[in-house]
């Protein structure tokens, strides 16, 4: 139940969504009524403004930097790395799927570096952890990753896959019983920056202490608080990315999903 209802309440209340529903609402005010037609001249210039300051101005950046700054790059330091686990979100299964190639999103950096880090450690297992996150299509992004590996260049012997999970906190709890993870053993979580405090209180939740790998930056950091957007589509995708993940981390704390409201490094 938590799962269909997290995408209809996400869907009505993401920032471009809820603007444009807003300036809708709006227009039929204005055009339908006598009475609510100052309510609804004011709700269309909300709606625009608000498309306006989001898409333009430098709030969705200031939304998103405290996430991708809560948690450090990864610096290589020579430790032995167990295990790699990647999660999912940057490929899109069906896609992929129907046109029988490889299709990754704006989060494609994710699987991406699964196979940088394949490389850079031969030694470590290898997770992918992403069901199907629609609820239409039942093909996951880990049936995706283990057919076209290839691609990839990841050997399919090292390959362990999660196909199951729904969300971030299915993620961390089917991870965790797949591989049973050992007190001292070391583990890579790869995920989008953004993403980074959300998935580290879930596996935290888990029982399953990971390292930080952050990739897939949308921001330069704080550095872009007084950057206006080039194109209105980036900034409000960049606000609608903020507000989903700010909304998932008061959601998941509620529900015990997470171990801290923000979780820090």
């Given at each position: 139940m938590f799962f269909p209802l997290s995408k209809l309440i996400f869907f009505a209340i993401t920032?471009?969504?809820?603007?444009?529903?807003?300036?809708?609402?709006?227009?039929?005010?204005?055009?339908?009524?006598?009475?609510?037609?100052?309510?609804?001249?004011?709700?269309?210039?909300?709606?625009?403004?608000?498309?306006?300051?989001?898409?333009?101005s430098p709030l969705?950046?200031?939304?998103?930097?405290?996430?991708?700054?809560?948690?450090?790059?990864?610096?290589?330091?020579?430790?032995?790395?167990?295990?790699?686990?990647?999660?999912?979100?940057?490929?899109?299964a069906g896609l992929s799927k129907a046109r029988n190639q490889l299709v990754v999103n704006d989060a494609g950096e994710r699987p991406i570096y699964l196979a940088d880090l394949a490389r850079r450690f031969p030694g470590a297992r290898l997770v992918f952890s992403g069901g199907s996150g629609s609820l239409h299509d039942a093909t996951s992004e880990a049936d995706i990753v283990g057919w076209m590996g290839d691609v990839l260049g990841l050997?399919?012997?090292?390959?362990?896959?999660?196909?199951?999970?729904?969300?971030?906190?299915?993620?961390?709890?089917?991870?965790?019983?797949?591989?049973?993870?050992?007190?001292?053993?070391?583990?890579?979580?790869?995920?989008?920056?953004?993403?980074?405090?959300?998935?580290?209180?879930?596996?935290?939740?888990?029982?399953?202490?990971?390292?930080?790998?952050?990739?897939?930056y949308r921001t330069r950091g704080w550095a872009d608080a007084a950057r206006v957007s080039s194109f209105a589509s980036d900034g409000l995708l960049q606000?609608?990315?903020?507000?989903?993940?700010w909304i998932g981390l008061l959601a998941y704390r509620l529900t015990g999903y997470s171990d801290a409201l923000l979780p820090a490094p």
């Open positions: 920032p471009s969504n809820f603007l444009i529903l807003v300036g809708l609402l709006g227009c039929l005010l204005l055009a339908a009524t006598k009475r609510w037609r100052r309510s609804g001249a004011w709700l269309c210039a909300l709606g625009f403004v608000g498309l306006l300051a989001g898409g333009l969705s950046a200031i939304a998103l930097a405290p996430l991708e700054e809560r948690f450090p790059a990864f610096t290589e330091d020579g430790a032995p790395v167990t295990g790699i686990i990647v999660l999912g979100g940057g490929i899109d050997p399919r012997s090292r390959l362990i896959l999660e196909n199951r999970s729904r969300n971030t906190y299915e993620n961390a709890q089917f991870t965790a019983n797949l591989v049973q993870p050992k007190p001292g053993e070391r583990w890579l979580l790869v995920t989008s920056a953004w993403h980074m405090p959300r998935a580290m209180g879930c596996f935290r939740q888990a029982g399953f202490a990971v390292t930080a790998h952050p990739v897939d606000l609608d990315l903020a507000a989903k993940e």
